[in-house]
C-alpha cells in the first residue's frame, strides 16, 4: 500500500485543538474553523462553516467508534486543509452509531478536488475501521506533538 494517505501527514500541528471546551456540535465546527483565521480571511471562514452547515443537513459527518468527519469543499480555498480536535466529554452529533464524537477530523477542501478530498475521507474512515479504540487513544494526547505521535504509531501499526 505505497499510495496510502496518511492523515498524520494532511495535519499540521498548529491545526490540531487538543481536549476542547466545546459542548456542541456547532461551536467544536467553529472552533476547528478558527483555527485557519490566521491564514484564511474572515469572509472565507465563514463560508467554510457555510458549506459545512450545508454539508451537515444532507448527511451526518459523525462516523461513530466516537469519531466525527466534518467537511467541505469551497471555492474559496486553493489547498487541503485538515484540522483534528479532541473532546474528553464527548459531543453529541448525531453519529451513525448514536453515540458521541470525542475525535474530529474537520477536511476543507478546494471545490475542484472531489477524489482528493475523499481519499482524505477515506484514510480516516480506514484507520477507524482497523482501530475502533483511536478516538480514545487519541483522546489521551495531552500536546499536538503527542497527537501526531500516537497517531503516526497507529498509522504504522493498522496500515501498513
Given at each position: 500500500m505505497n499510495n496510502v494517505i496518511r492523515i498524520s501527514e494532511q495535519l499540521s500541528e498548529k491545526h490540531i485543538v487538543i481536549h476542547s471546551a466545546s459542548e456542541d456540535f456547532e461551536t467544536i465546527v467553529r472552533?476547528?474553523?478558527?483555527?485557519?483565521?490566521?491564514?484564511?480571511?474572515p469572509e472565507v471562514c465563514e463560508d467554510i462553516l457555510d458549506a459545512i452547515w450545508v454539508r451537515e443537513k444532507t448527511k451526518t459527518t459523525g462516523i461513530g467508534y466516537g469519531v466525527a468527519v466534518p467537511h467541505a469543499r469551497t471555492t474559496l480555498v486553493k489547498q487541503h486543509y485538515c484540522i483534528a480536535a479532541?473532546?474528553?466529554?464527548?459531543?453529541?452529533?448525531?453519529?451513525?452509531?448514536?453515540?458521541?464524537?470525542?475525535l474530529f477530523f474537520l477536511?476543507?477542501?478546494?471545490?475542484?478536488?472531489?477524489?482528493?478530498?475523499?481519499?482524505?475521507?477515506?484514510?480516516i474512515s480506514h484507520l477507524i475501521s482497523r482501530n475502533v479504540t483511536i478516538s480514545?487513544?487519541?483522546?489521551?494526547?495531552?500536546?499536538s506533538e503527542e497527537f501526531i505521535k500516537i497517531l503516526k504509531e497507529k498509522e504504522e501499526k493498522y496500515i501498513i
Open positions: 472552533e476547528m474553523v478558527n483555527v485557519l483565521s490566521s491564514e484564511l480571511k479532541t473532546s474528553e466529554k464527548g459531543i453529541e452529533f448525531k453519529t451513525m452509531d448514536g453515540k458521541p464524537a470525542f477536511i476543507i477542501s478546494p471545490d475542484f478536488t472531489v477524489g482528493s478530498h475523499l481519499n482524505i475521507i477515506a484514510a480514545s487513544d487519541l483522546n489521551k494526547a495531552l500536546s
